[in-house]
């Protein structure tokens, strides 16, 4: 061994005590014993279970023993994470700052509204339709509605029509305006937030002065919606329309047109046509690819192939694509607004099925039979006959489609629910893939998620 030719000019020597000891006849300084050594003999690494069974031990190193590699970390993003948008919880695996792997959960804000709608009668269920995607509220009782009156076989009268299509374009502007302003937010930028949280706050006070709620309106009923619009209404929404392009031209001359914001935004969560198509995605998460889907345009509902707008599609598929189509989006919106005032036509807002609409309540402070109809309608609800549909509306979010089931009472036997952000989530899972940890965030704020819509 090694340590034997080092101990050869050592030499034993008694010493007058009697004790046998090494003494250094050519060495000055001291070293260690024996048996101290023989510890350090073999490889100077520490030997692991996979070293001692596969590898075999040279000493000429021509069979390298194994490199311990470093394991890569594991954090949650989330759920109280503020850039989650909701509560979301986020695994991420890091190799550095590079997310090697991304895992969403989700279930934190389950609430279970697919089997409360079963167990309420029609009426009742609309404040659950509120509480889905609650930026969107509008937009949502439209779909519901379309869903029940599709059961019930009933026409909606053309007033009421328009007025819907009036208040799911409101909704549509309101929740492009926080998602623009909200991922701006998220890349540093936030002069842009305050913005356009005025311009919803005035859209919010246009709600309040068609139904009295601000967020849930429950404002659409199948059939039509509830009151008619106020005086002098169509005049205020004019009026913020003309105002809201220019707001648009301040955040783009801001946001859009500057550097940083296109380094952050350019190139992250950049998803292809054919795995949008294959994921399910719908709304600006499939057009930012290149695919024209519109379910306005497709599949018309409430008289929208009356009016003419456009569906902008993007190329690239990539964040910055998405923040360009919703500001596009946000501008078809106004110009389907003003052909709606323009065009808003005369006549009742409600079906004339005194089965299904409520009686007015002018009407039932006059007659006995009305009040009674009132309450029966409220307490008991109408009853559908027994039949399925699948009925799907375009929300700013993207498809949200509602399947029900009627079995001939007035609660309905079946409800499932399309969400617009629950396909959209899924795709974190290959979008994040490579990513750096800061550009997570941005890609959440892009897809442009609810978790009231995902957790249903």
Known sequence: MWFQNILSPLRFMVHGRGLKTYSPLYVKKWFPDVDFIKQFEGVAIHPTEEIEKYYKVIYHSR??????????????????????????????????????????????????????????????????????????????????????????????????????????????????????????????????????????????????????????????????????????????????????????????????????????????????????????????????TGVKWDLRIAFPYDGYDLYDFDVPVGTMGDSYDRHLLRLMELRQSLRIINQVIDTMPEGEIRTDDSKISLPLRAEMKMSMEALIHHFKLCSEGYTVPPGATYSAVECPKGELGFYMVADGTSKPYRVGIRSCSYNHLAGIAFMGKGLMLADISILIATIDIVFGDIDR
């Open 63 to 288: 069979v390298r023993p194994v490199e311990r590699k470093l394991q890569n970390m594991w954090i949650n993003f989330g759920p109280q994470h503020p850039a989650a948008h909701g509560v979301l919880r986020l695994i991420l695996e890091l190799d550095g700052e590079t997310v090697v792997r991304a895992d969403p959960h989700i279930g934190f804000l389950h609430r279970a509204t697919e089997k409360l709608m079963e167990n309420k009668h029609y009426t009742q269920n609309l404040p659950f339709v509120d509480r889905f995607d609650y930026v969107s509220t509008l937009a949502n009782e439209q779909g519901f509605a379309v869903a029940v009156e599709t059961l019930l076989n009933i026409e909606v009268p053309p007033r009421a029509k328009a007025i819907r299509v009036l208040c799911s374009e409101l909704t549509r502007i309101a929740n492009h305006l926080l998602n623009v302003s909200g991922t701006i937010l998220d890349a540093g930028g936030i002069t842009p937030f305050f913005w356009m949280c005025e311009e919803r706050e005035k859209i919010y006070e246009l709600c309040e002065r068609l139904c009295g709620a601000r967020v849930h309106c429950g404002y659409v009923r199948p059939g039509g919606v509830s009151q008619d619009i106020p005086i002098g209404f169509l005049d205020d929404v004019h009026e913020f329309c003309s105002k809201l392009g220019e707001r648009c031209d301040e955040t783009e001359d801001l946001a859009t047109g500057s550097r940083l914001y296109y380094a952050r935004t350019a190139g992250i969560g950049a998803v292809t046509a054919q795995e949008a198509i294959y994921h399910g995605f719908s709304g600006p998460m499939l057009r930012c």
